[in-house]
């Protein structure tokens, strides 16, 4: 730096001091405290963003969030902008720029400084006419005790009963640290009856203790109050654990489930074992790929219902697939189960192997529509909107299913085939074209599985490979020929691998349902629910 | 030509052809370089940049007149992220194709596969990833970072004031060596720091986990438990990308229970919308954010043989640090063989020590003259909305790798060959 500009920081220090004395009405921005953002300490950094918000005017406003999403860059004297899409603002005057200035330096924001920057931008928009953006802030304020005055100018003015329960709990988090035991005990009363895990770690630091094992807190009656409001917010978190559970394991067996219910067809119901389901997966889901690149090629603007055009795409697609390989292969082998399964497993190379030379080896990336990202958010519960989508998708799927093998004619007709294939030509049932059809059906429906699998895991050309073994085993669990079975043992994996895995770990949780269902099989080789009846031993 | 030598030449040509589909005629002066990189299964996310990276450096190095005044000629393979096929293909490499040098491997389980047959034929093997240190071998260089190197600073990072003062940490890893071991390092260096038994969680997943939600879930109530919390991920491969995807859903953001990542670089990230992500850290000794003159020309170099390649979505093509240090290896190499004037491979290793070499990360990096590992400079980064890491924290220069780390009882003493 030279000494002309070191001249100009002085002058501008100097300045920027002379307003903020001259009161706050004054300093709107003030160009030190701007250029302070920049600043190689991130102490000085910190002072600046209080400066900035101390403001709390639209344009203090404009520079913190132009902070947080990274769009402010810095000249090497100093000169903050705000870079917008095309534009490039004074970050000072709010005045476009017309010349862009050389060795613009991005000013970058860590983790320390983004929550300082929440935390006083919260404290900005509380004061918001708009109740959304004010019930937002309300629950992004840091319960300090510096926030306490402007949480009481809050609550004066807020009429929303909602929003004036978030800050009447943000005061009391704030006054846990209170120098006045009375206001410590009140708030604590006041929190023993929050669902928020963060309470609870606030909580939890009353009953810390120093390196001598002395507790921080003094007074023994707030410990004890502590103490027994984290055991309340213990006892209500624990539902909210096993709710969280319950829905991990309702999730994976509802994944399991569409995985598993076109085998359920195939195996089940024609006795094909078809190594090549797994593909049949991976097939549907690089349908859903291929209709996403379709729309960002030609329809951008609907590029986030991609997903409703995929779903009949991977449907047919793999059906096709399906049909093929039953007119060309598998129907030239009924009866004889080793070479099918030879087959199929040969086709399944052939497949990986096409898929890759026209896709390429890599993953290809199938985005979660705008529609699809985040969760929604119940206290401790957090349900993400890809997984509720695929578990009503799944039961969706099922139940379209049943209907058509209960209430059409083709279904009646893969019944009739199933129970007796002879007795079923002879009353004029075509089962060469009902095993077609059907075999089409299974594979249809294993396309409709991967492209809901392309929501939530990897679409690779390998992506078939780790679900035909957990499809098989869902079959033979839920028993063969069984629709209402494979739900059942879908459910059931998915559940007991989701309760399992925290105690032990996914690793052994995987080996141990193995052994479960291998012991399970050996004690009832027919699965859970078995067919009666004459026929099936046929 | 008599029919005697055409018969010959066509026998060859016809053996040569039906062992070796990747291998083209073979013109006499040429340097063979073997790439043995996972092109599919789980690892193909990471290594397939790996593998351009190295054939864009060839290239580059051919475009110049080549080494010694021959051409390089790469002989490409793929093992298919299985890690007993790794040694067969470097096996066929050396034995077959007769390679000087060979450039890859990305997972540890994979280097520790291929290490008896590269020291059982002396052969020579340069790889490019961060690991877990505990190794030396004559016949290795490792041009990523050694646990000191990535691991602890970027721990102590969390540890400090500005990465959030953490004081419970969960470690989170798929179930292999890289991981098991750079815990088992940390949770030495933890407890050397005061951090109780208590406050640190340990987990594995699989290779190819696609289920992170009660994993997820597990951490949160992990982080309720008091104390500020940091997770510490050595995931590797294709499962990043659904424990990235579930970590946004649920709602997990980086002020509050901040992940570092040691495996996942700009490359990873490209299928991940990284807007909830934002604040998550990676640590490594390069990033694509860097700004420097060797950078610029890096980027700008690699993007342009992506495109004239067609390699797939090459409209968002990024470089990471194992491409960076990929490309340093090749040069390195090239710059020790030029030295040697030979390949053979004592004479190679003997050249590589002291090495230096301007990098795309900013700083000269030297060959250590002992270890076989490179002194690097550590940066931690912070995803951005773009996919990107800003750079948070760096050291002033590069530093000396300890491939055996002092936290494991019995290292004492093993830092030379």
Redesign the interface.
């Known amino acids: 730096m030279n000494r002309c500009n070191r001249l100009a920081t002085v002058v501008a220090v100097c300045l920027g001091l002379l307003l903020t004395l001259a009161g706050p009405a004054a300093a709107a921005l003030d160009a030190a405290a701007l250029a302070k953002l920049a600043s190689e300490d991130a102490n000085e950094r910190m002072e600046a963003i209080d400066a900035i918000a101390a403001g709390g005017d639209e344009a203090a406003m404009r520079v913190l969030t132009a902070l947080q999403d990274g769009l402010l860059r810095v000249t090497p004297k100093g000169q903050v902008f705000i870079k917008q899409r095309g534009s490039l603002l004074d970050a000072l005057t709010g005045a476009a720029v017309e010349t862009e200035p050389e060795d613009l330096a991005k000013i970058s924001i860590n983790n320390r400084m983004r929550s300082q920057v929440e935390g006083v931008m919260a404290g900005l928009r509380i004061f918001s006419t708009d109740p959304k953006q004010r019930l937002e802030a309300a629950r992004a304020i840091e319960p300090e005790e510096k926030m306490l005055a402007t949480l009481d100018k809050a609550l004066a003015r807020e009429s929303v009963a909602e929003i004036r329960d978030v800050l009447e709990v943000a005061r009391a988090a704030s006054q846990l640290r209170s120098g006045d035991t009375g206001a410590r005990l009140a708030a604590i009363t006041r929190l023993a009856g929050s669902r928020d895990p963060k309470i609870k770690t606030l909580l939890l630091a009353l009953l810390e203790t120093d390196a001598q094992s002395r507790p921080l807190e003094p007074d023994a009656r707030v410990r004890e109050a502590a103490a027994d409001a984290v055991r309340a917010i213990d006892r209500r978190l624990m539902v909210y654990d096993f709710a969280q559970r319950l829905f991990a394991g309702v999730s994976l067996g509802s994944i399991l489930m569409l995985a598993a219910l076109g085998l359920a067809i195939t195996y089940g119901l024609l006795g094909v074992i078809n190594m090549a389901h797994g593909e049949m997966l991976m097939i549907g889901a690089y349908a859903a790929y291929a209709t996403q690149s379709l729309f960002r090629a030609r329809f951008p603007g609907a590029l986030d219902w991609y997903l409703v055009c995929a779903v009949p795409v991977a449907f047919l697609s793999a059906a096709a697939v399906g049909v093929v390989l039953e007119r060309t292969v598998i129907r030239w082998l009924y009866g004889r189960p080793l070479e099918t399964l030879l087959a199929t497993w040969g086709i399944s190379l052939v497949l990986i192997q096409s898929v890759r030379q026209l896709f390429g080896a890599q993953n290809v990336e199938v985005a979660n529509p705008a529609w699809m990202s985040g969760g929604i958010e119940l206290a401790a519960l957090a349900l993400p909107w890809n997984r509720i989508v695929i578990i009503g998708f799944a039961l969706a799927v099922l139940l379209l299913m049943w209907l058509m093998l209960t209430r059409t004619r083709f279904g009646l007709f893969v019944r009739g085939v199933t129970q007796n294939r002879a007795m079923a030509a002879c009353v004029g049932v075509p089962t060469a074209r009902v095993d077609m059809l059907a075999f089409g059906l299974g594979s249809g429906i294993a396309g409709l599985a991967g492209c809901a699998l392309s929501q939530i895991g990897n679409v690779g050309p390998d992506l078939g490979q780790s679900y035909i073994i957990d499809s098989f085993m869902v079959v033979v669990l839920g028993g063969v020929g069984q629709l209402a079975g494979t739900v059942y043992a879908a459910l059931g994996l998915g559940v007991a691998s989701k309760f399992l895995e925290p105690y032990i770990g996914a690793v052994p949780t995987k080996i141990l349902i193995l052994v479960l269902i291998i012991a399970f099989i050996q004690k009832r080789p027919q699965g859970l629910f078995a067919l009666r009846g004459r026929s099936v031993e046929a | 030509m008599n029919r005697k030598q055409f018969l010959g030449t066509l026998i060859g040509a016809g053996l040569s052809a039906a062992g070796l589909l990747s291998m083209p005629a073979v013109a006499a002066d040429t340097i063979k370089v073997g790439i043995l990189h996972s092109?599919?299964?789980?690892m193909?996310?990471s290594e397939?940049a790996l593998k351009n990276t190295a054939l864009m450096t060839i290239e580059e190095i051919n475009a110049k007149g080549g080494v010694l005044g021959r051409k390089l000629e790469a002989v490409v393979v793929?093992p298919a992220s299985n890690w007993p096929l790794f040694a067969e293909k470097a096996r066929q490499l050396i034995t077959q194709d007769k390679v000087s040098v060979v450039f890859g491997c990305w997972t540890s389980v994979s280097r520790k596969s291929v290490l008896p047959v590269f020291e059982e034929l002396n052969g020579l093997l340069f790889y490019p990833v961060q690991y877990e240190g505990e190794e030396l071998s004559q016949n290795v260089f490792y041009t990523g970072a050694a646990p000191n190197q990535q691991a602890i600073p970027a721990v102590e990072y969390l540890m400090s004031?500005?990465?959030?003062g953490a004081k419970r940490f969960v470690l989170l890893g798929t179930?292999y060596v890289y991981p098991r071991t750079t815990n088992k390092i940390l949770r030495a260096f933890l407890k050397s720091k005061g951090v109780a038994e208590a406050d640190i969680m340990e987990?594995?997943?699989?290779f190819?986990?696609?289920?992170y939600?009660?994993?997820i879930?597990?951490i949160?109530?992990f982080?309720?438990?008091?104390?500020k919390t940091a997770v510490i991920s050595t995931i590797n491969g294709?499962s990043n990308?659904?424990f990235y995807?579930?970590l946004?859903?649920?709602?997990l953001k980086?002020?509050?229970v901040?992940v570092v990542a040691f495996s996942v670089g700009e490359e990873e990230l490209?299928?991940v919308?990284t807007k909830?992500l934002?604040?998550h850290?990676a640590a490594w000794n390069y990033f694509m954010s860097v700004?420097n003159g060797e950078n610029t020309k890096f980027i700008k170099a690699y993007s342009e043989w992506a495109k004239k390649n067609n390699v797939?979505?090459l409209d968002t093509v990024v470089t990471n640090d194992p491409m960076e240090a990929t490309y340093v290896g090749i040069y390195m190499w090239k710059q020790a063989v030029e030295k040697a004037k030979s390949t053979d491979v004592d004479k190679v290793r003997k050249a590589m020590s002291g090495q230096t070499f301007k990098a795309p990360s900013g700083f000269v990096l030297k060959m250590d003259e002992t270890n076989h590992h490179l002194h690097k400079p550590v940066m931690i980064g912070?995803v951005?909305?773009d996919g990107q890491f800003?750079?948070?924290w760096k050291t002033k220069g590069p530093i000396r790798a300890q491939p055996w780390s002092p936290f494991i009882p019995g290292n004492e003493g093993k830092q030379k060959l």
């Open positions: 092109l599919s299964g789980t193909a996310i397939t793929d004031k500005d990465g959030g179930d987990d594995y997943t699989p190819g986990h696609s289920d939600q009660t994993i879930a597990k949160k109530k982080a309720g438990e008091g104390k294709d990308v659904p995807k579930e946004g859903n649920q709602g980086a002020t509050d901040p490209r299928g919308d909830p934002v604040g850290l700004k797939p979505n912070e951005q909305a800003d750079v948070v």
